[in-house]
């Protein structure tokens, strides 16, 4: 149970005693209703068990009232008055102090260099030293007037709660109590509802998740199979263009191969018409070459001929003009002979029993008659021959 006397903690604030400083007199002065308030619900809970609720309200008042620290001054550095927050740059030096609209005992912002006066206390949620009881320097002294007449008025209202107490402890107490098991109950069913809540929340959070897990289980095996499609897709893709381009690199050696081949069996006909051409060039040129050499041979036979015809016409006419019948016998009869060719003569002549058959042996000697003739021969003549053949 909380045993807090009255008044306690504001002992040297008698109305009698002057403060040592303005601002720690401001502060017992603003302090003194909720000492009064304080006082009076510590006597009322004295006959109330404690229970969390009430300690813990009773330590939060306490600390807050006894977190803070008096005797500051400063300027006010910045101060937006739209969202009611800024900075009081302190004079002895320290950080600049943060300040809310909460903390100003007046209204209206607060101004750029304004001096003010300021307390300071634990911000419950930062943590940090903040400025509270904020008023302006230049009204301190109607301040000071005003909480002095409020420190005598609510010394008399202490005293005359204090007789009051014993009367209005029972029904305080009474209340007191009814509130806090209310508070309690109402407590206790918030608690109730917002651990429902929460767990409903915990459970929804959770089913969300289990089916956002699932949602993305399930959307990365729908990616993983389609990756899987897709890739084996794309093999079947790459083997396929891989076998065209082996089925195209086949039939292309298969094209090269046929038109190497057609362009050999070409070379080799061009070459064996070429071959054949030279051939028969070949050919053409040894008949050519025959025939020239057959027409210079039958020209020069003829030449020869012709030559000996004229030779043979013009020794005939050489005979005629020495008085001979013939070339022939002038031949035979201009001919030398030796002593064993005449005597052989003479035995053969001797021999013949009849002149005619010795003049006629004398002729042929002589060469005047031809027995076998030579149809080739320039002087052939072939009349008497025909006119053999006619008989």
Same mark, same amino acid.
Not at 280 to 292: G, K, P, S, T, V
């Given at each position: 149970?909380?045993? &807090? ?25 603003? !302090?003194?209703?909720? $000492?009064?308030? &304080?006082?009076? &619900? $510590? ?12 300690s813990l309200r009773s330590a939060s008042s306490l600390s807050r009232l006894f977190s803070a620290t ?33 903390? &100003? ?35 301190? *002294? ?103 381009? *082996? ?27 070429? $071959? ?9 040129? @040894?008949?050519?070459e025959a025939r020239l050499a057959k027409e210079a041979e039958e020209a020069r036979i003829a030449k020869?001929?012709?030559? $000996? ?35 052989? !003569? ?16 004398? !002729? @042929? ?27």
């Amino acid at each position: 149970m909380m045993d &807090l006397p009255p008044l306690a903690f504001l002992q040297d604030a008698d109305v009698g005693c002057q403060p040592q400083h303005p601002s720690q007199h401001q502060l017992k002065m603003r !302090l003194l209703p909720a $000492a009064i308030t &304080l006082s009076s &619900l $510590a006597s009322t809970l004295a006959f109330v068990p404690s229970t969390p609720l009430s300690s813990l309200r009773s330590a939060s008042s306490l600390s807050r009232l006894f977190s803070a620290t008096s005797d500051v001054t400063g300027t006010v550095k910045w101060y937006n008055a739209e969202r009611g927050f800024g900075f009081i740059a302190i004079d002895d030096g320290g950080a600049d102090m943060y300040v809310h609209a909460t903390g &100003l005992t007046f209204d209206g912002p607060l101004i750029e260099n304004e001096r003010v006066g300021f307390t300071t206390e634990i911000d419950a949620r930062t943590n940090k030293p903040k400025a509270v009881a904020v008023v302006r320097v230049g009204e301190e *002294e109607d301040v000071v007037n005003t909480e002095a007449e409020e420190e005598s008025d609510a010394v008399a209202a202490a005293a005359k709660m204090n007789e009051e107490e014993d009367r209005t402890k029972q029904a305080e107490a009474k209340a007191a109590a009814d509130k806090a098991e209310e508070d309690a109950r109402i407590k206790a069913e918030a608690e109730a509802k917002a651990a429902k809540a929460e767990k409903e929340r915990i459970a929804a959070e959770a089913k969300a998740a289990e089916e956002a897990l699932i949602a993305e289980e399930a959307r990365l095996a729908k990616e993983a199979e389609e990756a899987r499609i897709a890739k084996e897709k794309e093999e079947a893709r790459i083997a396929a263009e891989a076998k065209a381009a *082996e089925e195209a690199r086949i039939a292309e050696e298969a094209r090269l191969a046929k038109e190497a081949e057609e362009a050999r069996i070409a070379k080799e006909k061009e070459e064996a018409r070429i $071959a054949a051409e030279a051939k028969a060039a070949e050919e053409a040129r @040894i008949a050519e070459e025959a025939r020239l050499a057959k027409e210079a041979e039958e020209a020069r036979i003829a030449k020869e001929k012709e030559e $000996a015809r004229i030779a043979a016409e013009k020794a005939e006419e050489d005979a005629k003009a020495r008085g001979y019948p013939s070339v022939a016998i002038m031949k035979a009869r201009m001919q030398p002979k030796s002593e064993s060719e005449e005597a052989s !003569l003479s035995s053969k002549y001797a021999a013949m029993s009849s002149l005619g058959e010795r003049a006629f042996a004398i !002729l @042929i000697d002589l060469g005047m008659v031809d027995i076998n003739p030579d149809p080739d021969a320039v002087d052939f003549d072939s009349s008497a021959y025909a006119e053999d053949d006619d008989e």
